[in-house]
């Protein structure tokens, strides 16, 4: 069965702190993996990534993957409270590209 | 900018009832997705579908069917609606090994 799951579930932190979100995926045929944002309504997409060590980077937010031990990070820096969210990552898997979520990590960020 | 149009923001259905979920897409993509999203369980798989009239079982199949006749509209079947179906459900849609955008997503309360 292909897993993809996510930590910590639920996060506060203060504004201006650094988070670290982790993702970690067991899955057949593994082909990318994404990461989203999602407020109230549909989740946003983030990142994509599908080669190892390389680290994609929008504004405060960056991610990188490894493919040998099989897990992903997200990084907040300089946290605001407009970054508070539901981060969703998922493994995009076998040769149909069936997209597999997390269960998500509630970040709450505090003024 | 791609779009991804569910047919209903909110829907009340009694038990029993048979329902139609409906998403389209714009962008001519191959893949199209349907979720339901709970709290703390984030998004998960009821079915997607890799072409048209082609459909895989995502996580939680029971008690839904889909239908792809046309490559844009994606159906989502609750043969026969319980309370336990009352939940978001999203529609997602990409191009194998790209980004998935989502629908809106539809809130269907069972009573």
């Known amino acids: 069965e292909d897993k993809v799951v996510q930590s910590p579930l639920s996060l506060v932190v203060h504004e201006g702190d650094t988070v670290t979100l982790n993702c970690s995926y067991e899955?057949?045929?593994?082909?990318?993996l994404l990461w989203y944002k999602q407020e109230k309504k549909a989740p946003t997409f983030l990142f994509m990534l599908?080669?190892?060590?390389i680290e994609k980077k929008s504004g405060r937010l960056s991610s990188i993957l490894d493919k040998k031990e099989l897990f992903s990070i997200l990084n907040i820096t300089a946290t605001q409270t407009g970054d508070s969210a539901i981060y969703l990552c998922?493994?995009?898997?076998?040769?149909?590209?069936?997209?597999?979520f997390g269960k998500g990590t509630l970040l709450t960020v505090n003024p | 900018d791609v779009k991804v149009t569910q047919s209903s923001r909110y829907l009340v259905k009694r038990t029993g009832e048979k329902v139609f979920l409906e998403c389209v897409q714009d962008?001519?993509?191959?893949?199209m997705f349907w979720y339901r999203q709970d709290p703390g369980l984030g998004l998960r798989l009821i079915y997607f579908?890799?072409?048209?009239?082609?459909?895989e079982k995502g996580d939680i199949p029971e008690g839904y069917s889909v239908s792809r006749e046309k490559k844009e509209r994606f159906s989502l079947i609750l043969e026969s609606a319980s309370t336990n179906q009352t939940s978001m459900y999203l529609c997602?849609?990409?191009?194998?090994?790209?980004?998935?955008?989502f629908g809106q997503g539809t809130r269907l309360t069972v009573v």
């Open positions: 997602a849609s990409s191009q194998p090994a790209r980004k998935a955008f």
């Open positions: 899955v057949t045929n593994f082909r990318s």
């Open positions: 599908t080669s190892s060590g």
């Open positions: 998922a493994g995009q898997i076998g040769s149909n590209y069936k997209l597999t």
């Open positions: 962008m001519d993509h191959e893949n």
């Open positions: 579908s890799y072409d048209v009239k082609m459909k």
